[in-house]
């Protein structure tokens, strides 16, 4: 069975923190570009951050720069984000990917694209008081 799964997604505070995390399961994450994605229901699925297949590469959008970080553990076939800083627009369903990378950030657009793509279920993130 070839699948990822997110974990790790629920309610924080402004100015809080949450991990985010994804497991992949008969496939290697490092043969991949991976990353994460976030959707409010109504709009455009938006690319958050991801690694280079290639490269140890991190790549960030605009609103996650220097508030997120991205990293993969390949011993564990694992996928993270370190979510900091936390605001209430960061509310939105979080999908891990391998197989697509595709974000804007400031001043570039990183996109990176293997022939086949794994999408999670998703996990939500609430950010309230």
């Known amino acids: 069975q070839l699948s990822v799964v997110e974990s790790g997604g629920g309610l924080a505070q402004p100015g809080g923190s949450l991990r985010l995390a994804c497991t992949a399961s008969g496939f290697t994450l490092r043969d991949y570009p991976v990353g994460w994605f976030r959707q409010v229901p109504g709009k455009r699925r938006e690319g958050v951050a991801c690694?280079?297949?290639?490269?140890?590469?991190?790549w960030y959008s605009v609103s996650a720069k220097d508030r997120f970080t991205i990293s993969r553990d390949n011993a564990n076939n694992a996928l993270y984000l370190e979510m900091d800083d936390l605001r209430p627009d960061d509310t939105a369903n979080y999908f891990c990917?391998?197989?697509?990378?595709?974000?804007?950030?400031?001043?570039?657009?990183?996109?990176?694209?293997?022939?086949?793509?794994?999408w999670g279920q998703g996990t939500q993130v609430t950010v309230s008081s």
């Open positions: 990917t391998a197989g697509r990378c595709d974000l804007v950030g400031e001043g570039f657009h990183y996109e990176q694209q293997h022939r086949t793509e794994f």
């Open positions: 690694i280079a297949r290639d490269e140890p590469t991190t």
